[in-house]
């Protein structure tokens, strides 16, 4: 792993009390310069999820080593599992609580994170009269007020249509390079591609495969086993 690196995970195994013959994670390693915007690529049920909370602390340790870069902002894969507050704006706030910041810090703090997912106009909206892809928005909008260094983010554009999805890509593209943040951002569609600088192929638990984008959409267009949006 180079020191470099603002997440990393080494010889990491997890089994989910299956027996040791059928591991989730199988001596699973990357690492994630600082700075810089990766994806994270497999098929479904090959362990991105996983590798996703064992990164974020979330699972319990079962072998080898995780250096992460605290603050980490995680965007789940399933929106409802991450929004707990009645409204888009006290949603956004909720995550501020242990900051001890003034109402008028959490306040900007909350706009400016909805602003930069095309979310301001809804800041008084309850969480149940929001789209899927608004509710994406707005557990990415958590995240990223809490000025996190290191961002995880869970297919954050499963449940967009194709043009909010590459607007999407864009604007936290932007964000994480305005910031300095590093980010993984797990995804199937390959023309997401385009906007990242290094790319993680995992297989039954296993990365298989790490580095130049292109490369790696070749690679998979190759297989054919991948979800392809070009
Ligand atoms: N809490 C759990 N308990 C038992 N098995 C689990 C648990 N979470 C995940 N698994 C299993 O671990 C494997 C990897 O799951 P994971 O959710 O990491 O896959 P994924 O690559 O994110 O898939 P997808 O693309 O469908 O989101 C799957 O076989 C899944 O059924
Ligand atoms: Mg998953």
Redesign the pocket.
Known sequence: MGSAAAMAIAASNLT???GPDRP?LKNCSLAVPRGEFWMLL????????????RLAGLLPDQGGTVSMAPPIGFVF?NPDHQLVMPTVGADVAFGLVAEKLSPEQVRRRVEEALDAVNLLHLIRRPIYALSGGQKQRVAIAGAIARHCEVLLL??PTALLDPDSQIELVEQVRDLVKRRGITALW?T?RLNELDYCDGAIL?DR?EVVDTGEPERLRQKLLKLGDIEVVC
């Open positions: 989910f009390g299956w989730v497999g098929t479904n049920g090959c362990g991105k999820s996983t590798l996703l909370r894969q869970d297919e797990v199937h995992l638990g």
